[in-house]
């Protein structure tokens, strides 16, 4: 996947979103992590092949990077960035396999003095590094490694990195834009008890004469840094194929050994819900190559490239809670559905910038409601989708800072969804906007985007601009408010938009049994005629379920 050259974001906050986080104080670390410094700029990763060591009594551990990639600047500076966090080392990198480089250390990141190098010339750098790597506090919130153990006291390991980085696990370009074109591979190496699971599919296992095995995995897709994850532990495995929209599609699921049977029970039926819904309103599965695998994990779960992170307990709900609080959300597995739901929004798509994280997290949570409604009809989804507003907390904006490695506020999870619901419900056209989901998931194929790029999709395919609605709910705080003024003289409803920023223009589409209405409210006064029939299609209670809105009966236009 082609990098976003976007340099002129270095150590500097986008001029939209400034005034809203300017309380945050960002430095000179935040830029080298969160830009495309000119050390990152004049190269594009092909290819990681990374292979890991863990010492699961040490905390501590070893391996290698293997990063191919192709110079894509004719002009450049001498060196190149190599992201790695403290308190792990690099120990030696080669050039080509030929020459060993010098490098500087800043931080988290390594300043590699390179080669000259030709335009479109490709290359390969072998990072080696060690070290006792940052632990997880509470993952995948908090990430790094986690060295815990299982029900029976045996090592189970894996990693959590979203946000905070793959540099904190291996060295890489970490940068959210630049994902490897050609793929990736790792390779753990392990105690012979232990078992290890990557992303994609099992490509070689091989016993050592140390006690250990090697295991090899690979993806053949581009994915994000943070998707590449070891899982080491007591796992076995049970597998099926499903036919799906391009045909068979591999499915793979490792749980803990002691878990096998309730496994077998339970995941095969949640699995495919999802992938009937998904594929039905998003399009085929992005990764049918890499097949797509479910891991037992002891935290929660993560939206891990082709091999999803699981841990709810085999049971229905996220951890037994409903954030709908309607009784929906307890009858399919949150975690299966949710994390399962960003290979599209988050895998297939994924954002330039982790401040445009909402293109994964309020999309993938309207999958929630799509899902909802694919199983349980659209009534239930409005009723699960309004549910989850109980958790917006409208503190912060959901777009953050540019360049600096930012992320925006929570609400990018219900306040996203209830975004995307509310331009639904205004596009009044539910092929339409079942084309656009599809259309975004093959249009933006494979690819890093960026915000623009998603609204002027969106926009183009509904017939309508929505840029200053994109522009309410992700970059103010604000509840837009509807007022309504009725006129029962003259059969007349009076209507306007405050509280919100100039130029505010969500059209509503008012839809009852037999009658519905469109307007395009301003910051203005306007009118329409209605009749007897058609004036509970104003109710305020039925608008806001609808649309993420607050409306009210006013006593006059003053």
Known sequence: MKQFFFTFFLGCIILSTQAQVKEHQFTHADTLRGSITPERAWWNVLRYDITIKPDFDKKFTSGNNIITYEVTQIKHVNAMQIDLQEPLQIDSIIYDDQKKLNYTREGNVFHVKTEPQQLHSKHKVQVYFSGNPVVAVRPPWNGGWTFTKDEKGRPWMTVTCQGLGASVWYPNKDHQSDEPDNGASLTMIVPNDLVGVGNGKLLKKKKNNDGTTSFKWGVVNPISNYCIIPYIGHYVNFSEQFLGEKGNLDLNYWVLDYNLEKAKSY????????????????????????????????????????????????????????????????????????????????????????????????????????????????????????????????????????????????????????????????????????????????????????????????????????????????????????????????????????????????????????????????????????????????????????????????????
Request: charged letters at 20%; aromatic letters at 16%.
């Open 267 to 558: 995941m095969p039926k949640e699995v495919h819900n999802m992938l009937n819904a998904f594929e039905y309103w998003f399009g085929p599965y992005p990764f049918y190559e890499d097949g797509y695998q479910l891991v037992e994990t002891e935290h929660t779960g993560m939206e891990h490239q082709s091999a999803v992170a699981y841990g709810n307990y085999y049971k229905p709900g996220y951890r037994g809670r409903d954030d709908s609080h309607t009784g929906l959300g307890l009858t399919w597995d949150f975690i299966i559905i949710h994390e399962s739901g960003h290979e599209w929004f988050g895998n297939n798509i994924t954002s330039n910038d982790l401040a445009d994280m909402y293109i994964h997290e309020s999309f993938t949570n309207y999958s929630e409601t799509l899902f909802t409604e694919y199983l349980y009809g659209k009534e239930a989804a409005n009723d699960y989708n309004f549910g989850i507003r109980a958790g917006i907390r409208n503190k912060e904006p959901i777009i953050a800072a540019y360049g600096v490695n930012a992320e925006g506020s929570g609400d990018m999870y219900p306040k996203g969804g209830n975004m995307i619901h509310t331009i639904r419900h205004s596009i009044n056209n539910d092929m339409l906007f079942k084309n656009i989901l599809t259309g975004l998931n093959r249009t933006f194929y494979h690819q890093t985007v960026n915000s623009k790029q998603i609204q002027d999709y969106i926009s183009q395919k509904a017939g309508f601009d929505y840029t200053k609605v994109f522009y309410q709910y992700l970059n103010t705080t604000q509840i837009p408010e509807l007022q309504l003024y009725v006129d029962g003289m003259n059969g007349k409803m009076y209507y306007k938009y405050t509280n919100c920023i100039a130029g505010f223009n969500l059209p509503l589409a008012l839809v009852g049994e037999h009658v519905e209405k469109k307007i395009f409210p301003t910051q203005q006064w306007q009118s329409i005629t209605v009749s007897h029939k058609e004036q509970y299609l104003f109710d305020p209670i039925q608008i806001e379920k609808m649309y993420y809105i607050k409306a009210s009966i006013v006593k006059s236009m003053d």
